[in-house]
């Protein structure tokens, strides 16, 4: 079975922090992903990753950064939180680079920042 | 206009019932879709892919229409542990999520 972990679950930080959110996937997937889910909203794609020390920005990337020195870690860096970026961060990976298919999810984190 | 759409529901069913629930997409683009099934403060879970006019898996039916451009997911049989959020997804150049459909089976 795929595994997808994520650093922590529950996860409560300071207006103006940095915020480093660890994915890490088993499978030797090329693909990993980041969203984000609020009420409402649904899951919206912040940023994406093909290969290692790629990235491409995907729909909502203002804010965050991320990093792929390594296949199977993806990090999402929230450079300084702001209360506007409270929700639930869940990771993803698929195989096939490039190619658009079923994804793999972790466990997800739960965001909260005062 | 959202580019997946779902109701949000949510849908209250008796155990054994059948409930359907619909979703419709924008981009006629979309070669083919997933349903995801999401359990309360849990990950999404593939249910299963519709690749064309559509798919079974026991008690679930997933059909595309293209024409109308929707895809609906039928339960059989619904058993208590179907209760679960179940998001439409549809694939383009990336996966675009709906918002996902609520049901809830009682006894």
């Known amino acids: 079975d795929v595994k997808v972990t994520q650093s922590s679950r529950y996860l409560v930080k300071r207006t103006g922090e940095k915020v480093f959110l660890e994915c890490v996937q088993d499978?030797?997937?090329?693909?990993m992903f980041w969203y984000r889910q609020d009420p409402g909203l649904g899951l919206r794609l912040i940023y994406f990753?093909?290969?290692?020390?790629?990235?491409e920005k995907g729909d909502i990337p203002e804010g965050y950064s991320v990093s792929r020195e390594k296949k199977e870690r993806f990090s999402l860096i929230l450079e300084s939180a702001s209360t506007n970026q409270t929700s639930m961060y869940l990771c993803?990976?698929?195989?096939?680079?490039?190619?658009?298919?079923?994804?793999?999810f972790g466990p997800g984190t739960r965001l909260t920042v005062l | 206009r959202k580019e997946v759409e779902q109701d949000p529901g949510p849908f209250n069913v008796p155990e054994g019932a059948t409930v359907a629930f619909n979703c419709t997409y924008s981009?006629?683009?979309?070669?083919?879709f997933f349903w995801y099934r999401q359990d309360c403060r849990k990950e999404p879970k593939l249910l299963m892919s519709?690749?064309?006019s559509g798919n079974e898996d026991g008690r679930f039916t997933a059909q595309l229409n293209r024409a109308s451009q929707y895809i609906s997911l039928l339960i059989r049989d619904s058993k208590l542990s179907d209760s679960a959020t179940y998001l439409c997804?549809?694939?383009?150049?990336?996966?675009?999520f709906g918002t996902g459909t609520r049901l809830q089976v009682f006894p």
């Open positions: 499978m030797d997937h090329e693909n």
């Open positions: 993803a990976s698929s195989s096939l680079a490039g190619v658009v298919n079923e994804q793999f």
């Open positions: 990753s093909y290969d290692v020390k790629m990235k």
């Open positions: 997804v549809a694939v383009t150049d990336k996966l675009i």
């Open positions: 519709v690749y064309s």
């Open positions: 981009n006629s683009a979309s070669q083919s």
